[in-house]
């Protein structure tokens, strides 16, 4: 590991301040971030910690919805009988995303902005465009069993490995962030993550004198929510694929839905083809089956992971059934 400055910042602007010089780094739980620099893929000059900032509060909104402060743990935040019972597609994912101990630790904040466990890009070995730009994608060609199916590119086939996330894009959650001289913005999820195109490098749109003060939930939408993780083994891993999935139904007929997916793309992916497919049709398995086509039209494996293409068809399927029935 390369040797490193620390502080810790007593508020938020203090903060923004400290992490504008020359190769510096938020630090919160660091359960991503350490292991990257003990591999000297991450090399920051200086680590400002945030871990102790205000930012823990889980708090309802008078329009009925929830924010969540970035610092709010993982595990604080599945807990929360608030979101059990409101939000349960994203307790759902954060049980699925980590043992006790890591959710003890990781914030909100952090897993949204957490890197792949693309091994190409842990091993320096390898060229890397996401890691040393111009290096080429070393999984192109390789063992690419656990890479991506949708928009990815010739530069990067890497997938994003949060499992939280997946669930906050199905429901529409907003991304508040603090900037240099006080300065705000509010992103919806949805464009905050980037496809990789030709700079697979920049994955948010996170500026570098930003960070990430909280998570807007809105009021929950109609309909069960679900959270189906397909992995490798029982006990906690990265998913090959995962569905979240928002389903209302009525007198046998889906009256709304939302659907996003986890390990299939450099982001967390929405379906708004597949949710379209749905809405206003009869909640059968062929109904499901055609959502699940329109979902994968423009998958597109590249050799080891084909099979996740109808995996993904498959998972989607199961979990749109079961949403419907039970919604």
């Not at 945030?50 to 909104?61: G, N, T």
């Not at 046998?252 to 049709?281: M, N, Q």
Request: hydrophobic share 45%; glycine share 10%.
């Amino acid at each position: 590991m390369k040797a490193f400055t620390y502080e810790r910042a007593m508020d938020a602007d203090a903060a923004i301040a400290a992490v504008t010089r020359g190769g510096a780094r938020f630090i919160s739980g660091g359960t991503n971030l350490l292991d990257l620099m003990k591999l000297e893929i991450e090399r920051p000059a200086h680590l400002v910690d945030i871990s102790r900032l205000p930012l823990r509060d889980i708090e309802d909104l008078p329009d009925g919805g929830i924010r969540i402060g970035a610092q709010a743990a993982n595990s604080d935040t599945a807990a929360d009988m608030r979101i059990r019972s409101r939000y349960r597609v994203l307790a759902e994912a954060l049980l699925a995303g980590a043992s006790g101990q890591l959710r003890n630790k990781a914030s909100v904040g952090g897993n949204l902005l957490q890197r792949t466990r693309c091994p190409y890009f842990y091993d320096p070995l390898y060229g890397c465009n996401k890691r040393a730009p111009g290096t080429g994608c070393s999984a192109i060609g390789g063992i690419n069993r656990i890479h991506a199916i949708l928009g990815a590119s010739d530069a990067c086939i890497a997938v994003h490995p949060s499992d939280m996330a997946v669930a906050m894009v199905a429901l529409e959650a907003r991304i508040e962030l603090l900037g240099s001289g006080g300065a705000t913005r509010v992103v919806p999820i949805g464009d905050f993550h980037r496809l990789p195109g030709d700079t697979p490098e920049i994955e948010t749109v996170l500026r570098a004198d930003e960070m990430i003060t909280g998570v807007v939930l809105p009021a929950p939408p109609p309909g069960r929510q679900m959270y189906r993780k397909v992995r490798d083994r029982a006990s906690y891993e990265f998913a090959l694929v995962s569905v979240a999935a928002i389903v209302a139904a009525e007198q046998g007929k889906i009256t709304s839905a939302r659907i996003a997916f986890g390990g299939v793309a450099h982001k967390p992916w929405r379906s708004l083809e597949a949710e379209g497919a749905l809405v206003g049709r009869p909640a059968t398995m062929a109904t499901y089956r055609a959502a699940a086509e329109l979902a994968m039209k423009d998958a597109a494996g590249r050799g080891h992971n084909d099979f996740k293409i109808d995996l993904a068809r498959r998972t989607l399927c199961r979990t749109l059934a079961q949403a419907a029935q039970e919604g």
